[in-house]
T-cell receptor, first 116, second 109 residues
Framework: EAGVVQSPRYKIIEKKQPVAFWCNPI?????LYWYRQNLGQGPELLIR????????DSQLPKDRFSAERLKGVDSTLKIQPAELGDSAVYLC??????????????FGPGTRLTVL | DQQVKQNSPSLSVQEGRISILNCDYT??????FLWYKKYPAEGPTFLIS?????DKNEDGRFTVFLNKSAKHLSLHIVPSQPGDSAVYFC????????FGKGTRLHILP
């Protein structure tokens, strides 16, 4: 079974440029998460989707970040414009559903973003 | 303010010995605790979890202990193997999962 797929794996951009990350979750997983992991820190949740609905986006900086999961399958996270402090690894994860009995999350390899 | 704290950034253990990774938390509403393992250039992978109603959960070489009164949990790996060298994240759940900063475990030959 294929795991969570993310692309690109690495991205280098100049500040003020836009950038987008793509995630394809494990087939059949209804819940999709985007995390940001800064250097030396643990992952921090940005947004959680149940199917196509964003049910928790309280940690998403909405002035420059946006996300979508239009058909309830793959998802895109966008930053526009990027700032130096956005340099981090952006992780996508999915789980069967967010019901607590099935909360095991499967992570993709992440996209390492460097903003110059 | 960090709700999940892993105070040891790194730990070195001889192969075959026991590795003990510690984690403290501040939020008494956490109902579920998890440990994730992460290799370089890969995403974290789920290792083991424990519900707040239990004090111990064991899975092969991995055991997690929970002390609710002390708001402390630990992960024991015995015997430690070279493939256990990785970063280990402690995580806790209320309405979302909150991760600690991680502990880098080095298994020495």
């Amino acid at each position: 079974e294929a795991g969570v797929v993310q692309s690109p794996r690495y991205k280098i951009i100049e500040k003020k440029q836009p950038v987008a990350f793509w995630c394809n979750p494990i087939s059949g997983h209804n819940t999709l998460y985007w995390y940001r992991q800064n250097l030396g820190q643990g992952p921090e949740l940005l947004i959680r989707y149940e199917n196509e609905e964003a049910v928790d986006d309280s940690q998403l900086p909405k002035d420059r970040f946006s996300a979508e999961r239009l058909k309830g399958v793959d998802s895109t996270l966008k930053i526009q414009p990027a700032e130096l402090g956005d340099s981090a690894v952006y992780l996508c994860a999915s789980s069967l559903r967010s019901d607590w009995s099935y909360n095991e999350q499967f992570f993709g390899p992440g996209t390492r973003l460097t903003v110059l | 303010d960090q709700q999940v704290k892993q105070n040891s950034p790194s730990l070195s253990v001889q192969e075959g010995r026991i590795s003990i990774l510690n984690c403290d938390y501040t939020n008494s509403m956490f109902d579920y605790f998890l440990w994730y393992k992460k290799y370089p250039a890969e995403g974290p992978t789920f290792l083991i979890s424990i519900s707040s109603i239990k004090d111990k959960n064991e899975d092969g070489r991995f055991t997690v202990f929970l002390n609710k009164s002390a708001k402390h949990l630990s992960l024991h790996i015995v015997p430690s193997q070279p493939g256990d060298s990785a970063v280990y994240f402690c995580a806790a759940r209320d309405d979302k999962i909150i991760f600690g900063k991680g502990t880098r475990l080095h298994i020495l030959p």
